[in-house]
């Protein structure tokens, strides 16, 4: 969803709409997706403290829920700069959560002025690491295949407006064996509507690297339609299978795949019923 024309020419005319404490001028980076890839492909949550990144959404919260990068937080705009380009409170949207440990990296999910002004902003407050990600969502899926993750709410709002999957583009695939998407073993069913494209029948892992089956044909066969919108849910402990897949799906040319984490479980917790 779109920020307000008005807002939009307003950060065009000119930076100095945007009032920061400090008017030096900062230098701003950008980031580009083999460099941003390779610097979040480490990030584990369980070693935040060693090594971490604030990559930052400035999306609206629908857009957000409907499909982030990996490891990205949301951060409204509207919380750290108003409609007349004034950073919001001071700045304390920012300076009260992140410190200058780790290097920032905006992008946006609606539009990349905003982006950068709010990145140069972020600067402006004193963060000496701060880069810019142009094209976001569309540049990270769009161009390079690469999956998004949508959270419980935009998983909901795209399952609750496509089942029972009659449209052929807008598929669920779950990743499980067949024993456990029958609920004979380890689940108790699958998702309803979802399509059953066992992560082992398309890929080999061997030491952590993926080699295609078959040349794929285990999707491509199911899903031929490379501008199919695919969606993937996983389960505890199965993360290493939608791995496979997803990067099956990226060698593959799919460009609109995205990874609801840990959905079987969130399923159950929202207290919906499953299919056997």
């Known amino acids: 969803m779109q920020k307000s024309i008005s807002f ?10 945007i ?9 701003l980076s950008e980031i580009n997706y083999p460099e941003l890839r390779g610097t979040i492909n480490p990030l584990d949550p369980d070693m935040r403290e060693q090594y971490w990144v604030n990559l930052i959404d400035l999306g609206d919260r629908e857009d957000f829920n409907a499909g982030h990068l990996p490891f990205a937080e949301n951060l409204e705009l509207d919380f750290f700069i108003d409609t007349n380009g004034y950073i919001v409170n001071g700045g304390k949207a920012i300076t009260q959560r992140y410190d200058d440990r780790w290097e ?5 999910s609606s539009n990349d002025t905003i982006a950068y002004w709010a990145a140069k902003s972020i600067a402006q407050l004193g963060y000496s ?9 569309e540049d990270w899926q769009g161009t390079h295949g690469d999956f998004l993750l949508m959270n419980e709410a935009g998983f909901t709002d795209w399952y609750d407006a496509n089942f029972p999957f009659g449209d ?5 695939v779950d990743v499980h064996p067949p024993s456990w998407f029958s609920g004979e073993e ?3 069913g699958h998702l309803p509507g979802a399509e059953n494209i066992p992560a082992a029948s398309l890929v080999d892992t061997v030491d952590g690297v993926f080699t295609l089956k078959d040349g794929g044909m285990a999707l ?3 899903i031929p339609w490379r501008q199919a919108r695919i969606v993937v849910y996983d389960s505890q402990g199965a993360e290493e299978m939608s791995k496979a897949f997803l990067a099956a799906a990226m060698e593959l040319g799919y460009n609109n795949v995205y990874l609801f984490p840990g959905g079987y479980e969130t399923w159950l917790e929202c207290g919906r019923e499953l299919a056997r």
């Open 220 to 222: 491509t066969g199911r």
């Open 186 to 188: 380890q689940l108790a």
């Open 168 to 172: 052929s583009l807008e598929v669920l």
């Open 104 to 108: 920032f990296i905006i992008y946006s």
């Open 19 to 27: 009032r920061t404490p400090d008017t030096e001028v900062f230098y």
């Open 129 to 137: 690491r701060v880069r810019f990600y142009k094209g976001g969502p």
């Open 8 to 17: 939009i020419v307003l950060l065009l005319a000119s930076a100095s709409c």
